[in-house]
C-alpha cells in the first residue's frame, strides 16, 4: 500500500509540472500574439483634441542634420527646416486618403517561417525617434509645404510600430518607443538641433532596464522627392531606404559592419531598394546619433516625403525580415 501510495504521488507530481509548463507556454503564446486591428482608419481629426487613436502613437519630431559623405552614390539626404507652427500645431489632414488606407491588404513581401525562431519574451530591439512628427504630403491638405509636413499623430512612428510587428512575427520580440520628445524640448526650452541629446536619454533608460537589448534602430523619413525616394520591385511600390551612421566616436565602425550585413542582404533580396549608407561626422551633424551606445545601432531613413503608407509599410516589412534574417544569422 505504501509503494502504490508512492508511485502515485510521483504521477501526479510528473502530471503537475507538466501541465505547469503547459500553462507557462499559453501564456506566452497568448502574451506574443498582435492584436488584428487596423485603427489607423480611424478619425484623426484636423483640430488639437488628444485621441486616443489605438496603434498611432504621440511622439516628436524635429530638423535634419546637415550634407552628407556616403559610402554609395545617387544617397544624399535633402534636409528641411520644419515649420515651428506645424510643430507646435497639426497641419490639417485629408481624412479621405486617410480611410482609403488599410494596412491588412499590404500581402508583400510575406514573411519567411523556414525556421522557427523566438526570443521567448526577450526584448533585444529597440525602436524609436528622434525626429518622430515627421509625416508624408500624401495625407495632407492641398497647399501643405513639405516643411509644414509634421504630426502629432500621423508621422514615421507608426512605420516604426510596422516594424516592430513585422520583427516579432520573426521572433524577435522588441520596443517601440512612444516617448514624446518634443515636449521634453519644450519643458528644457531647448532647440530642435538637440533632440538627439533628448533620445539619448531615451536609449540610456532603455538600456538599464532592458539587460536583453542588442539591436537599436532610430527611424526617419527623408525630404527627397518621390522620384529618388521610390522604387518599383515587381509591380509593387516601395519606399527607398538610407542608413545613416555617425562617425564622430571611436566604435562606429562597429555600427558601420552591422549596417553593411544589412545592407548587403537587402541589395542580395531586393536591389535598388536601398540608397546605400551614409556617414556623417560631428561637422555634418551630431556625428554620434547615440549609436556609440550600442554596437549594432543605426539610423534608417524610410522613404522621403511624398511616400505614401501602402509604401511605407511595405518596405518596413522588408526591414523586419532581413533584419530578422541578419540577427538569427549572425547576432544571436
Do not use: C
Amino acid at each position: 500500500m505504501r509503494y502504490l501510495s508512492r508511485k502515485t504521488l510521483k504521477l501526479l507530481l510528473v502530471t503537475s509540472i507538466t501541465l505547469f509548463v503547459s500553462l507557462l507556454m499559453y501564456i506566452f503564446y497568448l502574451h506574443g500574439k498582435e492584436p488584428n486591428d487596423i485603427t489607423r482608419k480611424q478619425v484623426i481629426n484636423d483640430n488639437n483634441e488628444e485621441k486616443d487613436i489605438k496603434g498611432i502613437t504621440k511622439f516628436l519630431s524635429d530638423n535634419r542634420d546637415s550634407k552628407t559623405e556616403n559610402t554609395s552614390e545617387e544617397i544624399n539626404s535633402r534636409e528641411i527646416v520644419p515649420d515651428k507652427a506645424a510643430l507646435q500645431k497639426d497641419a490639417a489632414l485629408d481624412q479621405r486618403k486617410i480611410d482609403a488606407f488599410d494596412e491588412n491588404k499590404i500581402k508583400e513581401p510575406n514573411i519567411s517561417n523556414e525556421k522557427l525562431h523566438s526570443t521567448f519574451g526577450r526584448k533585444v530591439a529597440f525602436i524609436y525617434f528622434s525626429h518622430n512628427r515627421e509625416s508624408f504630403l500624401p495625407y495632407f491638405k492641398n497647399g501643405t509645404t513639405p516643411e509644414k509636413t509634421y504630426h502629432s499623430k500621423l508621422n514615421v512612428s507608426l512605420i516604426g510600430q510596422r516594424l516592430g510587428r513585422r520583427l516579432k512575427s520573426n521572433g524577435i520580440w522588441n520596443r517601440v518607443s512612444n516617448v514624446d520628445i518634443i515636449t521634453m524640448l519644450y519643458e528644457r526650452d531647448l532647440k530642435f538641433d538637440s533632440s538627439y541629446e533628448m533620445s539619448r536619454k531615451i536609449v540610456i533608460e532603455e538600456k538599464r532596464i532592458n539587460p536583453d537589448l542588442e539591436m537599436t534602430f532610430d527611424i526617419h523619413r527623408d525630404a527627397l522627392p518621390r522620384s529618388l525616394s521610390t522604387i518599383n520591385i515587381n509591380g509593387k511600390s516601395y519606399a527607398k531606404i538610407s542608413f545613416v551612421i555617425g562617425s564622430a566616436h571611436q566604435s562606429y565602425k562597429d555600427n558601420l559592419n552591422f549596417t553593411k550585413g544589412i545592407n548587403e542582404l537587402i541589395e542580395k533580396s531586393y536591389p535598388g531598394l536601398s540608397r546605400g549608407i551614409i556617414i556623417k561626422s560631428q561637422k555634418q551633424g551630431n556625428g554620434v546619433y547615440n549609436q556609440d551606445l550600442l554596437p549594432n545601432s543605426v539610423i534608417i531613413e524610410i522613404g522621403g516625403v511624398d511616400n505614401n503608407l501602402e509604401e511605407l509599410y511595405r518596405t518596413a516589412d522588408v526591414l523586419g525580415n532581413i533584419i530578422s534574417q541578419y540577427y538569427w544569422e549572425n547576432i544571436h
